[in-house]
């Protein structure tokens, strides 16, 4: 579960990584909303993309399972008395969003969607990596192990099926074009310590 295995060119910065000054209550919400959002895409996929059955069938389970997710924050969160408050604005996913190349055949925009979506669930599932090896709260680290596993999963279904619709050599040629603008990204971004992404 290391940098090579997540294909990302640019770990995080080692501030975000120093969670003793974090303030997990504004991690948690953050995330139980980025966990709203992996739901919500995956349903956009699903009506977007009736025709297609395999990535149908394989959407609604990740639904389900990104739902379940939304739903094990809330309960983190309420066993610590924090409410979930207003949705906030993530500055990395409205970032990386501009990377998508706009027109293209039907297939190359869906490839563009499911790279958006590999690449965003395999730098969550590093920083849960880092959650779980830092955080003090022995509860939150053993939840968050099972979310790193979880993502890293996740991330490369989004990965195998791009490939599958337009194949191996233009998916990860257009990958590392994708992972090379997230690195420019992610070094320009402010580092939020209240913030998942």
């Known amino acids: 579960m290391d940098k090579t295995t997540l294909g990302l060119n640019l770990p995080t910065d080692p501030r975000w990584a120093n969670v003793s000054e974090m303030d997990l209550a504004e991690i948690l919400i953050d995330h139980a909303y980025c ?25 609604t389970d990740l639904v389900a399972e990104e739902w379940g997710h939304f739903e094990r924050v809330l309960e983190k969160m309420k066993a610590r008395g924090i409410t979930l408050g207003r949705k906030r604005n993530d500055e990395y996913v409205a970032a990386i969003s501009k990377i998508s190349k706009s027109g293209g055949s039907r297939d190359e925009q869906l490839v563009e969607k499911l790279l958006l979506n590999a690449l965003i669930e395999a730098r969550s599932c590093e920083r849960f990596k880092l959650l779980w090896k830092n955080i003090g709260d022995e509860d939150l680290s053993k939840f968050y192990y099972e979310l790193m596993i979880s993502e890293a999963g996740h991330y490369h279904t989004f990965l195998d099926l791009a490939k599958k619709y337009k194949g191996e050599e233009y998916t990860m040629t257009r990958w590392a074009e994708i992972l090379e603008k997230e690195a420019e990204i992610i070094q320009k971004l402010e580092v939020r310590s209240d913030r998942m992404h």
């Open 35 to 59: 966990e709203q959002k992996a739901a919500s895409s995956g349903i956009s996929l699903i009506v977007t993309y009736p025709e297609r059955t395999e990535l149908v069938e394989v959407m």
